[in-house]
């Protein structure tokens, strides 16, 4: 969905997360188990208007590596020696 969003496509439906976006307002989404129709209206009132997100503020996947990378260490770093689980 990131590279759907930083390519201006922003419509998408409820499933595995996208539904995040939408409540956020970072791409625009239809009802639970669309027909066809509904999908299509949807993709057709997306087309000509702007993207609602700026591409250029989307995180990289480069960032969100670091930022996983950084909260293990954290959390590595944060363990008292011995320490079980």
Request: a negative charge; one cysteine or more.
């Amino acid at each position: 969905m990131m590279e759907a969003l930083s390519l201006g496509c922003s419509v998408g439906l409820d499933i595995v997360g996208i539904g995040e976006l939408v409540h956020e307002r970072w791409a625009r989404g239809v009802a639970p188990r669309p027909s066809p129709e509904q999908i299509a209206e949807a993709i057709l009132a997306g087309m000509g208007q702007s993207s609602l997100v700026d591409p250029a503020t989307l995180t990289t996947w480069d960032t969100c590596a670091h930022a996983l990378s950084d909260l293990y260490l954290e959390i590595v770093r944060s363990r008292k020696p011995g320490a079980v689980g």
